[in-house]
């Protein structure tokens, strides 16, 4: 090959490396993750309606079950709400409710963590009253429990993410040690209830059909007559007697 024709290759081959890449190569993209601070609510979320049941710093609007005062048992602590677990391991006591709102049909988000081998628990529904000693005495309660490190074995009922005592959860694959965060979502509708655990669909029901009716009377609440009677109450927290975490808390109505 002449000297020429080499030197015109050469500037070709080199043309072709710097120009334009054709749509057959791949091309690295980054995209950038939005951040939303925790106890934050963004812009959509506003406009779709959510709002903030806890601001990160304070209890305001968070009382005593039957109370009007929050209770000393419960703290904010790196943002997040801490219940001490001072009533020690009474099934009440040291409870609290958000008390400026009831809310009937809605969707609900929390993070929350347990502290080994603890029990806890949100409420919807929560009727407040002298003949009511705690919140599980009206409202249903989503299960906050350290599946893991429970000491005494758990019914499946009682299991973490389960309508307690009603329908059993489908945990497999979200469970998180004691210590560690978890998401969860508690969607009420009549239409079609659900809750979720870090992001997976625990339970789904329809309230108030026959089968819901079923279970309701099978004989774990009777003597509890008025639970899940009311369709309209408080959102409530529960000192089990373990230290419990809550934060993220928000809400919208459906």
């Not at 790196?78 to 099934?91: N, P, V």
Request: aromatic share 14%; net charge negative.
């Amino acid at each position: 090959m002449k000297k020429s024709s080499i030197a015109l290759a050469a500037l070709l081959a080199m043309a072709w490396a710097c120009g334009p890449k054709t749509s057959e190569e791949s091309v690295e993209v980054t995209e950038e993750v939005a951040v939303v601070a925790d106890n934050t609510l963004t812009e959509e979320e506003k406009a779709a309606g959510w709002m903030l049941l806890f601001d990160g710093t304070s209890m305001d609007g968070w009382r005593a079950f039957n109370g009007d005062t929050t209770p000393a048992n419960w703290i904010i602590e790196d943002g997040a709400m801490k219940g001490l677990g001072a009533t020690g391991g009474e099934d009440f006591g040291g409870d609290v409710v958000f008390g400026p709102m009831e809310f009937e049909q809605f969707e609900m988000e929390f993070t929350w963590k347990i502290s080994p081998g603890g029990n806890s628990g949100v409420f919807y529904h929560v009727v407040e009253g002298p003949k009511y000693k705690a919140p599980y005495y009206t409202g249903p309660e989503y299960q906050v429990i350290d599946q893991l490190g429970f000491a005494q074995p758990l019914e499946d009922w009682q299991s973490i993410g389960a309508d307690y005592a009603m329908y059993v959860p489908d945990y497999e694959g979200v469970v998180k040690p004691a210590g560690e965060w978890n998401t969860s979502k508690i969607i009420f509708s009549e239409q079609g209830s659900s809750y979720w655990l870090n992001g997976k669909k625990t339970v789904e029901f329809v309230p108030y059909s026959e089968d819901w009716n079923a279970r309701r009377n099978s004989g774990k609440w009777n003597d509890f007559p008025d639970y899940k009677i009311a369709k309209k109450g408080l959102i409530a927290l529960q000192d089990h007697g373990d230290a419990v975490w809550f934060k993220n808390i928000k809400i919208r109505p459906l």
